[in-house]
């Protein structure tokens, strides 16, 4: 990227502080925060390029939190081989950059905040897990392929399938760091990863971690519940706005 003054970069880090921020509290939402702020400043496509490595990093971090990950790989994997297939497949639409590519990130924001506000809780029966994970996976990956956002159907579908606490918070990290590795070679096969991209793309690890570290350290004082709350309110407008804008350009 070639217009990185300081309003910019200022906007840059504190977008990462906060997305960390709110992975530190929830355990996820980095790269949704991430791609609606930036996705709100620059293009959705060059706002991906520049979540890869934090997504990555941070996502890796949850991933080996804790001891079961070997039982939920082999668990998941049907899911996971899907999600990198969709991802792939649908990544040339993020990468065409058009006007509604925005639009169609504003609509998946909209929809997550939703479904999570509503407080539904879904429950996959153990009988059709063996097709649903799949199916699951393909749908996720044509969403995040098309928007860059990792969590639709993604999460309900994790959520409902009762791990416990912390096997969710590995199975979500297993999930997420695939898509970002999926989506990375999407991106990377159509030509929208610069080297500059990706040099900034590092330096908001910092931030991301900064952030993520707050985040915990906050989850013992406030209530997860009411910040999760105001965080996924904020996402429904910031989707709002994304989702409206090609109608008055």
């Known amino acids: 990227m070639s217009d990185l003054t300081l309003p910019f970069l200022a906007a840059f880090i504190g977008t990462f502080l906060i997305a960390g921020l709110v992975k530190g509290v929830t355990g996820m939402g980095l790269p949704t925060v991430a791609m609606g702020l930036l996705g709100a400043l620059i293009s959705p496509v060059a706002a991906a390029g520049l979540l890869l490595i934090p997504s990555f990093v941070t996502n890796v971090w949850q991933l080996f939190s804790g001891p079961s990950l070997g039982i939920i790989a082999r668990r998941l994997w049907p899911m996971m081989v899907t999600i990198l297939v969709g991802t792939i497949a649908s990544s040339a639409l993020l990468s065409a950059d058009t006007a509604w590519t925005g639009s169609a990130l504003g609509c ?5 905040a939703l479904y999570t506000l509503s407080g539904r809780q879904l429950s996959v029966p153990a009988s059709t897990e063996r097709w649903a994970s799949p199916l699951v996976g393909m749908l996720t ?7 860059g956002v990792f969590v639709v159907p993604a999460v309900p579908y994790l959520q409902a399938l009762g791990f416990s606490r912390d096997d969710l918070v590995q199975a979500l990290g297993l999930s997420f760091t695939v898509s970002t590795i999926a989506l990375s070679l999407g991106l990377a096969a159509h030509g929208s990863i610069g080297f500059g991209n990706l040099a900034l793309s590092a330096a908001a690890i910092a931030p991301a971690l900064a952030g993520m570290w707050t985040g915990q350290v906050l989850r013992h004082r406030i209530s997860p519940t009411a910040f999760r709350r105001g965080f996924l309110i904020c996402i429904g407008l910031l ?3 994304l989702a409206l804008r090609p109608l008055w350009q």
């Open 239 to 241: 989707g709002t706005e």
């Open 108 to 112: 998946v924001l909209i929809a997550y």
């Open 141 to 147: 990956g044509l969403v995040t392929g098309a928007t």
